[in-house]
């Protein structure tokens, strides 16, 4: 049996690591934190992602956490609508909407399908790699070499693989903004005048201001996750992160300051946003493939990061053939290399249009989401659907 070696127990490791044993591979998934730890609270996965889950036989266990109910909408940081789109519309489009879920549920269910596919063993968690042939297919860890027939590299934007294999290569930039996340207890968040907040008074929406971002989300078990970016210097840390949010963000519209004010400050993540600026020549190099952040990192903007490492382990399964491993990781990099490129640009784009500050430029920004929106209310949509309409290689070729 053809043995695979995954470097990573994240979103993009977990997700090759089914693809592959579901393709009779053997596969040992090497963590090297003391167990699967997820980094920040929330994620999305949209109907690409789900149609990718549907082809590990995932999809529905994600679909159960879906908490969506009501418009989707894109807002100003004073609560004026700029565009929106609907459940209904989305489902209809694309067979999918997008499910927001906590990271750590995701990684759970991945975790699971790894071990009902392969057994318990197929994970090792305190196993640090380092070092990888990748001519030889050899992993070294700290408990001792592997040899395998295809060696996954998942090991995150900071990837060490990645270094290895493309020497000299530039690594990921900082995209100019920091990011916050934090999950928030409906039950804990009050009003201005001290009422319980309803899941009502909770939509689901985006609101831009001048270089800044904050989303809301309402999580299964009626938990809120919210994110927000705003310009800073990269490394930067404040003694306390819930009023450096509410500086930044506490005069916004509802529910967004008492969302942050009951936020509990020793649970709020901070951290730097990178991308892949310069695209990588190939995901591969000899029997060594990459997946995920590791091969294409990008901004958040899009929603994509997990969904498109979801896609690359699909495609690596779909792909992969011990009995030509050049030829079959080759095929690899083609299937994936010009579509994850695009969606890093796109994704970069309205990173950029986002943390746009000076006012005349922001006016003009909203005037022409809202005037775009007039024209075709389904603006939102249409903007995701290349993306969105993706489908896994078997499903494409019926």
Same mark, same amino acid.
């Given at each position: 049996?053809?043995?695979?070696?995954?470097?990573?127990?994240?979103?993009?490791?977990?997700?090759?690591?089914?693809?592959?044993?579901?393709?009779?591979?053997?596969?040992?998934?090497?963590?090297?934190?003391?167990?699967?730890?997820? +980094?920040?609270?929330?994620?999305?996965?949209?109907?690409?992602?789900?149609?990718?889950?549907?082809?590990?036989?995932?999809?529905?266990?994600?679909?159960?956490?879906?908490?969506?109910?009501?418009?989707?909408?894109?807002?100003?940081?004073?609560?004026?609508?700029?565009?929106?789109?609907?459940?209904?519309?989305?489902?209809?489009?694309?067979?999918?909407?997008?499910?927001?879920?906590?990271?750590?549920?995701?990684?759970?269910?991945?975790?699971?399908?790894?071990?009902?596919?392969?057994?318990?063993?197929?994970?090792? +968690?305190?196993?640090?790699?380092?070092?990888?042939?990748?001519?030889?297919?050899?992993?070294?860890?700290?408990?001792?070499?592997?040899?395998?027939?295809?060696?996954?590299?998942?090991?995150?934007?900071?990837?060490?693989?990645?270094?290895?294999?493309?020497?000299?290569?530039?690594?990921?930039?900082?995209?100019?903004?920091?990011?916050?996340?934090?999950?928030?207890?409906?039950?804990?968040?009050?009003?201005?005048?001290?009422?319980?907040?309803?899941?009502?008074?909770?939509?689901?929406?985006?609101?831009?201001?001048?270089?800044?971002?904050?989303?809301?989300?309402?999580?299964?078990?009626?938990?809120?996750?919210?994110?927000?970016?705003?310009?800073?210097?990269?490394?930067?840390?404040?003694?306390?992160?819930?009023?450096?949010?509410?500086?930044?963000?506490?005069?916004?519209?509802?529910?967004?300051?008492?969302?942050?004010?009951?936020?509990?400050?020793?649970?709020?993540?901070?951290?730097?946003?990178?991308?892949?600026?310069?695209?990588?020549?190939?995901?591969?190099?000899?029997?060594?493939?990459?997946?995920?952040? #590791?091969?294409?990192?990008?901004?958040?903007?899009?929603?994509?990061?997990?969904?498109?490492?979801?896609?690359?382990?699909?495609?690596?399964?779909?792909?992969?053939?011990?009995?030509?491993?050049?030829?079959?990781?080759?095929?690899?990099?083609?299937?994936?290399?010009?579509?994850?490129?695009?969606?890093?640009?796109?994704?970069?784009?309205?990173?950029?249009?986002?943390?746009?500050?000076?006012?005349?430029?922001?006016?003009?920004?909203?005037?022409?989401?809202? #005037?775009?929106?007039?024209?075709?209310?389904?603006?939102?949509?249409?903007?995701?659907?290349?993306?969105?309409?993706?489908?896994?290689? #078997?499903?494409?070729?019926?």
């Amino acid at each position: 049996m053809a043995r695979a070696v995954v470097i990573g127990g994240g979103v993009g490791g977990l997700s090759a690591g089914v693809a592959l044993l579901r393709k009779g591979w053997e596969v040992t998934v090497l963590e090297r934190a003391p167990a699967i730890e997820p +980094v920040g609270s929330g994620l999305a996965i949209a109907a690409n992602a789900l149609k990718a889950l549907d082809a590990l036989g995932l999809g529905d266990r994600v679909r159960a956490l879906a908490h969506a109910e009501g418009p989707l909408m894109l807002r100003r940081a004073d609560g004026r609508r700029l565009t929106a789109t609907t459940e209904e519309a989305a489902d209809g489009a694309y067979g999918d909407s997008v499910v927001v879920m906590l990271r750590a549920a995701l990684l759970d269910i991945l975790a699971g399908g790894l071990a009902e596919a392969g057994g318990p063993d197929c994970l090792r +968690v305190g196993t640090a790699v380092t070092g990888v042939d990748a001519q030889r297919g050899v992993v070294r860890t700290s408990a001792g070499d592997l040899a395998a027939d295809l060696v996954v590299a998942a090991d995150g934007i900071k990837s060490l693989t990645r270094r290895a294999l493309f020497p000299g290569h530039p690594d990921p930039s900082y995209a100019g903004v920091t990011v916050w996340r934090a999950l928030i207890p409906l039950g804990d968040v009050r009003l201005d005048d001290g009422s319980p907040c309803d899941p009502s008074r909770v939509p689901r929406s985006e609101s831009w201001g001048r270089g800044a971002v904050l989303g809301v989300h309402l999580l299964a078990g009626d938990q809120v996750y919210i994110y927000a970016t705003d310009v800073a210097p990269p490394g930067g840390a404040a003694p306390d992160e819930r009023e450096e949010l509410l500086r930044r963000f506490g005069d916004w519209h509802e529910p967004i300051p008492a969302l942050l004010r009951a936020a509990d400050p020793a649970r709020i993540i901070r951290g730097d946003i990178y991308y892949q600026a310069t695209p990588l020549p190939a995901y591969h190099r000899g029997r060594v493939a990459l997946v995920g952040d #590791a091969a294409h990192a990008m901004t958040p903007n899009l929603g994509q990061g997990a969904c498109q490492a979801i896609e690359d382990a699909v495609v690596l399964g779909h792909l992969a053939d011990p009995a030509r491993p050049g030829e079959s990781l080759a095929a690899y990099t083609a299937a994936r290399k010009e579509r994850t490129t695009r969606i890093v640009r796109r994704s970069l784009t309205l990173c950029r249009m986002s943390r746009l500050r000076n006012p005349l430029a922001v006016w003009l920004r909203d005037s022409a989401l809202t #005037a775009a929106n007039r024209i075709s209310p389904d603006l939102m949509l249409r903007s995701m659907d290349e993306i969105l309409r993706w489908r896994p290689p #078997a499903e494409a070729a019926r």
